[in-house]
T-cell receptor, first 115, second 110 residues
Framework: EAGVAQSPRYKIIEKRQSVAFWCNPI?????LYWYQQILGQGPKLLIQ????????DSQLPKDRFSAERLKGVDSTLKIQPAKLEDSAVYLC?????????????FGSGTRLTVV | QKEVEQNSGPLSVPEGAIASLNCTYS??????FFWYRQYSGKSPELIMF????GDKEDGRFTAQLNKASQYVSLLIRDSQPSDSATYLC??????????FGSGTQLTVLP
């Protein structure tokens, strides 16, 4: 089965600019997650979707971050305006809702550098 | 208090030894527990999960869970240099979201 696709792989922007990341989950996976991983730290959940509805966005900085999942498939995460502290890898993951042992699969991530 | 705490390491073991990675968590409602391995510059990959108290073995990996003590561990037997990576512990919340610890960096010395 095809994995989780993310693009772009790398992005360098200046502070106060905007940026968008795209994710295509594994076919049939109802849940989709965006995580932020700062260097030396574990991934931190930003937002969780189930189909096209938001399940948890409690840790999403809503003044600058937004995310959507149209038609319950692809998702985009946007940052506007970016700050230096947003420099991180943004990971998308998808999973199923069945069974206890179904951890989810991560995409290769987008490495964002804000200068 | 951090939700998920791991021994930060770095942890170094000689090739062929047993590596022991530990994790404690604060959410008593957590039901499933996952271990991910992350090579430098790569994304995390799932290697083990456990949801019942006791031990679960898969090849050279053994996960141990003690819900009363809110403790989960991962043992890697016969460690190989290819096991050198950061290991992330992740309990699953009520909505199946995973909360990750900061990870333990493991180095297996040839």
């Amino acid at each position: 089965e095809a994995g989780v696709a993310q693009s772009p792989r790398y992005k360098i922007i200046e502070k106060r600019q905007s940026v968008a990341f795209w994710c295509n989950p594994i076919s049939g996976h109802a849940t989709l997650y965006w995580y932020q991983q700062i260097l030396g730290q574990g991934p931190k959940l930003l937002i969780q979707f189930q189909n096209n509805g938001v399940v948890d966005d409690s840790q999403l900085p809503k003044d600058r971050f937004s995310a959507e999942r149209l038609k319950g498939v692809d998702s985009t995460l946007k940052i506007q305006p970016a700050k230096l502290e947003d420099s991180a890898v943004y990971l998308c993951a998808s999973g199923t809702v069945k069974g206890q042992g179904n951890g989810y699969t991560f995409g290769s991530g987008t490495r964002l550098t804000v200068v | 208090q951090k939700e998920v705490e791991q021994n930060s390491g770095p942890l170094s073991v000689p090739e062929g030894a047993i590596a022991s990675l530990n994790c404690t968590y604060s959410d008593r409602g957590s039901q499933s527990f996952f271990w991910y391995r992350q090579y430098s510059g790569k994304s995390p990959e799932l290697i083990m999960f456990i949801y019942s108290n006791g031990d679960k073995e898969d090849g050279r990996f053994t996960a141990q869970l003690n819900k009363a003590s809110q403790y989960v561990s991962l043992l890697i037997r016969d460690s190989q240099p290819s096991d050198s990576a950061t290991y992330l512990c992740a309990p699953s919340g009520s909505a199946r979201q995973l909360t990750f610890g900061s990870g333990t960096q493991l180095t297996v010395l040839p």
